[in-house]
């Protein structure tokens, strides 16, 4: 096994390719490319161009037509392009399929994510997480990856097992599985001991899609020092800290954001992770409100909640990044008044989906920081009394 924590020795040249299906319009894929060209600027790459095909569905076997693979070759062919970043999952079989088509190495969005894991990983558990869910996406595509193994090389996509040697036979990969899966059961153990050890105290859980704004809003809060960064994936490890407002006691914990096409494996392998989430008495919803498609992030962090049975808890809706929304969304020229009848119909329109329960911040600027702790701290102060109601507390 390669060290994940190893750095691209060059910038890679990559283009992105996309699909439209007839689910799909071509908004809604520029949308995804755009985040596809941050996951990879997240890991190192420099995106060159974007090529977009419309079809009724995938090539099973080579995922776009040949026209459209010719294209691609000659411009990767004439700009020295070393990498395709595809914004869907495929088969072991497609991607081989695209390499012999396209002369060079191919990934999928899966592949990008579990890169980018792979060197955000810090502590013994995000380590092995991130390499069973390696193993896990690599299993089912052993057949038809054969030649794509053989290869070697660094950077995206080739981080962890999927250059090590060529020992990955069936067998293998499902003796490091199993073997993986029982230490990641040790380390949630004990991960399990130490949440027992905290007490009674309330817990509270920053959730959200990823870059919004929760470590941040985390140190803001906690005044401690968690790694906040305008990538994707800065935090992949739980962060908790004791928190008081006017001598209430709670835990605030940060928990890695949420994304569209999360892989299935990864999501399976960090639910121990996740389980600060699940246990959490209220629950946080950081919502980035200037970017344009927050309504769909806020849904994709719905059903990921859905997912970890963890939707049915008291939730407050942070809208963070209110400066950015002005700025990109008022001009210099616009009235006073317009400025503020239009907040006022997001302000009004939220408050109604939300049944009351958010609060629109800016947390770099700090700006209704102190509404913000009010909130947290009604709903602190209203849980100890749901779970204590026959003790006395002193707020």
Not at 18 to 44: N, R, S
Not at 174 to 195: G, H, S, V
Not at 372 to 381: G, H, M, N, P, Q
Request: glycine share 6%; with cysteine.
């Amino acid at each position: 096994m390669i060290d994940k924590n190893q750095k691209i020795a060059t910038e890679e040249k990559v283009v992105l390719i996309g699909l439209v299906t007839k689910e799909d319009t071509p908004e809604q894929i520029e949308e995804y490319l755009d985040e596809l060209a941050f996951l990879a600027e997240t890991a190192g790459a420099i995106t060159l161009k974007r090529f977009v095909q419309r079809l009724p569905h995938p090539d099973s076997r080579t995922f776009l037509g040949k026209g459209k693979l010719e294209e691609i070759k000659a411009y990767v062919q004439s700009k020295g392009v070393n990498l395709a970043i595809v914004d869907d999952e495929l088969s072991g079989s497609q991607i081989s399929n695209m390499e012999d088509a396209l002369g060079i190495r191919t990934i999928d969005r899966s592949d990008l994510i579990l890169d980018i894991f792979a060197r955000r990983a810090r502590t013994a558990q995000a380590k092995v997480q991130v390499e069973l869910a390696q193993y896990q996406y690599l299993l089912p595509r052993l057949k038809g990856m054969w030649k794509h193994l053989e290869r070697q090389g660094g950077g995206i996509g080739t981080r962890g097992p999927g250059e090590t040697e060529i020992e990955t036979d069936r067998r293998i990969v499902k003796d490091k599985i199993a073997l993986l899966r029982k230490r990641l059961q040790e380390i949630d153990k004990q991960a399990f001991t130490q949440r027992k050890e905290r007490g009674e105290l309330i817990r509270v859980s920053l959730v959200g899609y990823t870059n919004v704004g929760k470590s941040t809003i985390m140190n803001l809060l906690s005044k401690s020092e968690v790694f906040a960064e305008n990538k994707l994936f800065a935090t992949l490890d739980t962060t908790t800290r004791k928190v008081v407002f006017e001598n209430t006691p709670f835990l605030l914990s940060d928990t890695v954001g949420f994304i569209r096409k999360l892989p299935h494996h990864l999501v399976e392998s960090f639910k121990s992770t996740l389980d600060e989430v699940r246990e959490a008495d209220i629950l946080l919803h950081v919502v980035d409100i200037s970017h344009p498609g927050f309504e769909e992030q806020m849904g994709t962090v719905q059903k990921t909640l859905q997912d970890l049975k963890a939707f049915d808890k008291p939730m407050l809706t942070i809208f963070n990044k209110m400066d950015l929304y002005e700025s990109k969304y008022f001009d210099e020229w616009l009235a006073p008044e317009v400025k503020e009848d239009i907040l006022r119909e997001l302000y009004d329109k939220w408050q109604h989906l939300t049944e009351g329960n958010c609060v629109f911040i800016a947390a770099l600027e700090k700006r209704n920081v102190e509404q913000l702790r009010t909130e947290i701290l009604d709903k602190v102060r209203q849980m100890y009394r749901v779970r204590y109601p026959y003790k006395t507390i002193h707020f």
